[in-house]
């Protein structure tokens, strides 16, 4: 997946109504990058095979 | 007593509140020499972000005359102690280490003041925090936080000044709050003891949330014993909150004699022998693993190759549920945020739903690889640190990629936050010292409501390595 820039940061946060001032879309852009970059990797996990879990650790009551 | 009474000022709140009833140092005299501290140290630390002088010795004053009666409110009887300024308390400024808190006065305590007050502690003050207790504050509104062993190093956060002033002696014993490690990381940093309770043994209302799903309060103190000691006293069932567990408070202080031996210790290879960690990290820690050997814990590697996901999983889920929380102000108000604090949240704000999803699944799939390690393991160890606390300047530049930004924000936190997704205690103590003169954190993680085995292996390594005796040498501004 390409690398969003400042300008499709700029872009969504408008949508969103979240504030962005000064460098604040060059930065957020490689924070967003950053995480979809380790968010990706965990598509090599068996996610679809995880089993609904309570909340608490286990022996909590 | 005065201020130059280094001893009982560094000792801890189990051994000073001996001396109170032994009617050798008064409350007056133990309160009247923090405040002297922290008039002296605290315009470089800045641990503080309110000091309650005129009340703190009104109390003093109570507790000295109900001392004099043998009239005892509890364990902590005229124990000074301060509190993260994430915590509610009665009638006091309580800002989460925010400028758009700058006015909030709670009208009623937090569940842990009010429980700590009735065991007799005394309200010293309020402790400064990363804004919102989220860190990557650039610039503190209450002022820069700073290591009492080097000024120019970050203490740690999000729990800050807890860490500062339980390592520096500016009160007895402190609260912190950790979400992803803000207990255990300024407790590493700092020097100090710092204990992450089992979510849900310790109640949460009254505390600004960072991440439900996470957010858990605890102990930053200088001794093991003095976690124990506080521990049994916030623990317990509290309607107000409905996610604490009903389970017996069981006695952490008697635990405590209970040393490691016989105790099966897993060491996790993934965060001692990882790339990221340091080679003075990894150095002490595996000496430690060795020490507790001698102790007579079995000792064994063990591989939990999910782990280094954990920073990544952590926040992608700790920041979406933050920003869902602060959407309205972040519309609103959003020039009153720190820097740093905004442009994590605006972030977090920006990720796909389905991604922040797929993260919650990989959570479960991290939890179960801990709780089966726990299974077969009483304990897991590891550094709670890659490395020694980083010179501030270091973390307040501005990212120039994605792979700065990477590197930044998770490779940290993958050493604290498997405790924190799968929900289990962890405490960070005190191992060793760097050739900089900078301390190094030993961690230590338990199994759901294992904090007396936990605090137990802690304790013995802390008798025996005696590191507690060793004191930061603070230059006065």
């Known amino acids: 997946m390409a690398d969003l820039g400042p300008e499709d940061v700029g872009r969504v946060a408008a949508s969103l109504s979240l504030p962005l001032t000064g460098d604040d879309a060059v930065e957020i852009a490689h924070r967003l990058n950053a995480f979809l970059d380790a968010l990706a990797a965990l598509d090599a996990l068996p996610l679809e095979q995880v089993e609904p879990w309570p909340t608490r650790p286990e022996g909590i009551s | ?477």
């Open chain 2, 1 to 477: 007593m005065t201020p130059a009474d280094d001893d009982v000022l560094f000792a801890g709140a189990a051994r000073q509140a001996a001396l109170i009833r032994e009617r050798r140092v008064s409350p007056v005299e133990l309160v009247t020499a923090y405040l002297e501290r922290i008039d002296i140290f605290d315009v470089r630390l800045r641990a503080f972000i309110t000091v309650c002088r005129e009340s703190a010795l009104a109390e003093a004053v109570r507790a000295e005359a109900e001392a004099t009666k043998g009239a005892w409110r509890g364990p902590l009887h005229g124990i000074p102690f301060a509190v993260k300024d994430q915590v509610d308390t009665a009638g006091v400024l309580t800002t989460s280490g925010s400028a758009l808190l700058r006015a909030n006065i709670p009208s009623a305590d937090s569940t842990v003041v009010a429980k700590l007050k009735a065991a007799g502690a005394i309200l010293l003050g309020k402790l400064n925090l990363t804004e919102f207790a989220l860190g990557g504050t650039i610039r503190f509104p209450y002022g820069q936080p700073r290591n009492p062993w080097n000024p120019d190093h970050d203490p740690g956060g999000s729990s800050s000044g807890s860490g500062i002033a339980a390592a520096a002696a500016l009160c007895s014993v402190t609260l912190g709050e950790d979400t992803g490690g803000s207990v255990r990381s300024p407790a590493s940093y700092c020097g100090a003891v710092g204990l992450r309770p089992t979510w849900g043994r310790v109640s949460r209302h009254g505390c600004f949330p960072a991440a439900w799903s996470m957010d858990q309060i605890g102990p930053l103190t200088r001794t093991v014993e003095d976690a124990a000691l506080l521990l049994g006293v916030i623990a317990g069932y509290d309607p107000k909150d409905p996610l604490t567990s009903r389970s017996t408070v069981p006695g952490y202080c008697a635990a405590l004699a209970n040393g490691a031996k016989g105790m099966r210790i897993g060491v996790i290879t993934e965060l001692v022998d990882g790339s990221d960690t340091h080679p003075e990290v990894r150095g002490t820690i595996r000496d430690a693993a060795r020490g507790l050997a001698s102790l007579g814990a079995a000792m064994e590697d063990i591989s939990l190759p999910l782990v280094p996901l954990s920073g990544a999983v952590f926040m992608a889920l700790c920041d979406s549920e933050a920003a869902g929380y602060h959407m309205r102000w972040l519309s609103e108000r959003a020039e009153e945020y720190d820097q740093g604090t905004r442009r994590r949240l605006v972030t977090a704000g920006l990720i796909p739903a389905a991604a922040v999803h797929r993260a919650a699944r990989a959570r479960a799939l991290i939890r179960s690889q801990v709780l089966d390690a726990l299974a077969e393991f009483d304990l897991l160890l590891a550094p709670t640190s890659p490395h020694p606390a980083p010179a501030i300047a270091s973390h307040t530049a501005p990212l120039t990629s994605k792979e700065q930004a990477g590197a930044r924000f998770f490779g940290r936190r993958s050493y604290t936050t498997p405790a924190s997704l799968a929900g289990v205690p962890a405490i960070s103590v005190p191992c060793g010292f760097t050739a900089g003169n900078l301390p190094i954190g030993l961690q230590l993680i338990g199994r759901p409501m294992g904090e007396s085995s936990v605090l137990a292996a802690a304790h013995a390594w802390e008798s025996a390595a005696g590191l507690s005796i060793r004191r930061p040498a603070i230059a006065v501004a």
